[in-house]
């Protein structure tokens, strides 16, 4: 049975957070006095209402929770805060459509990156803080964020945490789910202020640079800039942020290790290797082609290409190069790039690496096993057998993943002129990449598709940064029987 005050009041502690950060939002609008702080007002004032209403009808409810209401949490928790998050874009005018609003906002807690905004420049700081603010709370995850920087909501729970946190096999630091998230947040935190002092030194202000750090690190890629980080054309700030993109796209464990003087961890992670020679090798490819073929510039091919394939292995989607005027093989390689994504229990989205290792792996030993019948070959990670359950649950999601995104794809072809187009936007949202090709390109936006497909593709990349699963068995009548 699932326990319906519990739930309604974890969800209200978590909307009294929420309103926390509309509050800094709010901030920003008052120092650069700017007439949207009324709209943030509004939103606090509504958020927090809502948030304490759901907290005082469950006071005193117990702590007892369990797999089943961690995952009904974990993915109501991601809608209502987007449903609430709009609040500031349609109180302002900044968005005039709850639609593109919602689009907007969802894109951002599941720092997917793509927009529907034409007009970024145009926006109130306010509004731009807060657009970048949504990105930088989902990078982490909205729940392990509460867990570990407002610890007084009493939100705890294992279930929880792995239920939110990205990844086949959640990383922990220390025995304690809470201690955990701290460890994490604070290396977050930590990231976030270095490449803020490093974009500034640079020549870039602090509010484009604070901005662009939030959005990097959460691996999400909203700019301040309607021309994305391709607006910044000094190769300094440019490799500042394919640094931090690459980072933000290592699972976080190892850069905790790589932080506290244990760099070896990191070096001997075959997941961290994979993940560089994907970088290295695609960035070599397309940097000869471009030499070669396009007659670039060495630095600027290699500087173009590099910064492309961590934008997109990381599913952080800045452009800096239009992709689309590039040969269609060097196109192609950058679609192969959307269905590998970043490092387990990093922020970065899509099927993550060490999935892609693990299936490659089985698939090499399946041969081996056909060649020797009696053989017992177990698959390997990291020095460790990996039981079949775990590659069971890889196979799972590699179909569920390929299954949705094919039927997915066939729905977006009744709302795209082009098949090109409707594979690239469910490809892009289902991986919470942010640009895509043809009509989504990454010189373009999502403004011009129908109402119901951006709702469509509003909960495709709720349903990637949940990672499948977590939404899905929502759908399944066995979750629901007593």
């Excluded at 807690?109 to 927009?115: A, E, Q």
């Excluded at 490819?285 to 007659?295: E, K, M, Q, R, S």
């Excluded at 590099?306 to 689309?324: C, E, K, N, P, W």
């Excluded at 043809?438 to 951006?454: D, Y």
Aim: aromatic share 16%.
């Amino acid at each position: 049975m699932v326990k319906h005050k519990i739930i309604l009041n974890i969800l209200g502690k978590l909307l009294i957070g929420e309103s926390f950060f509309l509050f800094l939002s709010l901030l920003v609008s008052l120092l650069y006095q700017e007439p949207d702080s009324l709209a943030f007002v509004k939103s606090i004032l509504i958020t927090f209402t809502v948030g304490g209403m759901s907290y005082m009808l469950s006071r005193g409810v117990g702590k007892d929770l369990g797999k089943r209401e961690g995952y009904i949490i974990v993915s109501i928790v991601w809608v209502v805060f987007s449903i609430f998050g709009c609040l500031p874009y349609l109180f302002s005018g900044a968005i005039s459509s709850v639609t593109d609003a919602f689009f907007e906002t969802m894109s951002g807690f599941t720092t997917t990156g793509s927009s529907i905004l034409n007009n970024i420049e145009e926006l109130p700081h306010g509004i731009l803080f807060w657009r970048s603010l949504t990105q930088w709370m989902g990078g982490m995850g909205i729940i392990v964020m509460f867990l570990a920087i407002l610890p007084t909501l009493g939100i705890g729970g294992r279930e929880l945490f792995i239920a939110e946190v990205p990844g086949p096999a959640p990383d922990k630091l220390t025995p304690r789910i809470k201690e955990t998230a701290r460890h994490l947040w604070g290396l977050y935190i930590l990231f976030t202020f270095a490449e803020t002092i490093l974009l500034f030194i640079g020549g870039m202000n602090f509010f484009d640079a604070i901005n662009h750090s939030l959005t990097t690190m959460a691996t999400g890629g909203y700019s301040t800039k309607q021309a994305s980080a391709g607006f910044f054309t000094s190769p300094y700030l440019q490799y500042v942020i394919i640094f931090f993109m690459f980072v933000a796209g290592t699972n976080f464990t190892l850069a905790y290790a790589m932080v506290t003087g244990k760099a070896s961890k990191m070096f001997k992670d075959e997941e961290f290797r994979f993940y560089a020679l994907v970088v290295v090798m695609f960035t070599g490819i397309i940097t000869a082609v471009l030499v070669v073929g396009d007659n670039f510039g060495l630095e600027r091919a290699f500087r173009d290409s590099l910064f492309t394939v961590v934008s997109i292995i990381t599913t952080t989607g800045y452009a800096t190069a239009d992709y689309l005027l590039w040969t269609p093989f060097l196109g192609m390689l950058v679609f192969v790039l959307f269905f590998v994504g970043g490092s387990a229990g990093s922020t970065g989205g899509g099927v993550k690496v060490v999935r892609i290792l693990l299936l490659f792996k089985n698939s090499f030993y399946e041969l081996k096993r056909l060649v020797h019948p009696n053989a017992v070959i177990p698959i390997r990670y990291n020095g460790h057998v990996v039981d079949q359950k775990t590659v069971t649950n890889i196979l799972a999601f590699f179909v569920f993943y390929i299954i949705i995104f094919m039927i997915s794809s066939i729905l977006m072809s009744l709302w795209t002129p082009d098949i090109y187009s409707a594979f690239s936007a469910v490809a892009t949202t289902l991986g919470n990449i942010g640009p895509g090709f043809g009509e989504v390109g990454p010189m373009e936006n999502f403004f011009h598709l129908p109402a119901l497909a951006k709702w469509f593709l509003s909960f495709l990349m709720l349903l990637g940064r949940l990672e499948l699963f977590t939404v899905l068995i929502l759908f399944s009548p066995s979750f629901w029987k007593h």
